[in-house]
């Protein structure tokens, strides 16, 4: 199924053999497989233990008749209904420094999309010993100030996005237009990557 009749056909062909990894499927994670599926890429590793909630439903990539669903299936049931023919690798479990090096060993990029602090961190030093690039975010929470949401790039492989200073909190609580910036941020990244054009 071609899904972007933009691309050139060896760009196609680079996102269609692409194997994309998605670490969180909250407001960001749901959100960043949504564009890159819309994009061309067709083969994803997508991992959350949690389940929809309404309070997810105002930045998510979920519905109200899917409260109380796992995230993995409900969102796989929404991605499907857009490109039946993706192939989705799903992990209903909590992902810890021990098994994210296996389930994510085969991709090619991999997105961070926790809420906390202490799991970003986690994950990148879970994939510390490999070499695949990481598209992180930090810094989106709130209103306003959409220009200072962008990339940083750190090392050689991390790929950093978000204004580094609003985090979640009491004051600053997500919603859908920062981290749906930040999300699209993360997933023109990743294909910015994949077909080499990110330095």
């Known amino acids: 199924m071609n899904v972007n009749p933009y691309l050139s056909a060896a760009q196609q062909t680079i996102l269609e053999r692409a194997k994309v990894g998605v670490a969180g499927l909250g407001g960001l994670g749901s959100n960043v497989l949504s564009h890159l599926m819309r ?40 991605l499907r209904r857009i490109n039946p023919d993706i192939e989705l690798e799903l992990h209903d479990c909590l992902l810890t420094e021990e098994n994210i090096p296996e389930i994510f060993k085969n991709c090619d990029v991999v997105v961070e999309a926790f809420d906390k602090a202490d799991a970003k961190t986690m994950l990148i030093a879970a994939l510390s010993k490999t070499n695949i690039p990481i598209v992180a975010a930090s810094g989106l929470a709130g209103f306003g100030r959409s220009n200072d949401i962008r990339v940083r790039k750190v090392g050689s492989r991390l790929y950093l996005v978000g204004d580094l200073t609003s985090g979640i909190s009491p004051e600053l609580a997500p919603a859908s237009p920062r981290v749906g910036i930040a999300a699209s941020i993360q997933a023109n990244t990743v294909i910015a990557i994949l077909l080499g054009l990110e330095a």
């Open 39 to 78: 994009s061309g890429v067709t083969h994803f590793v997508a991992a959350d233990f949690d389940v929809v909630s309404q309070s997810n439903l105002n930045r998510q990539f979920y519905f109200a008749d899917q409260i109380g669903q796992k995230k993995t299936s409900a969102l796989a049931e929404n």
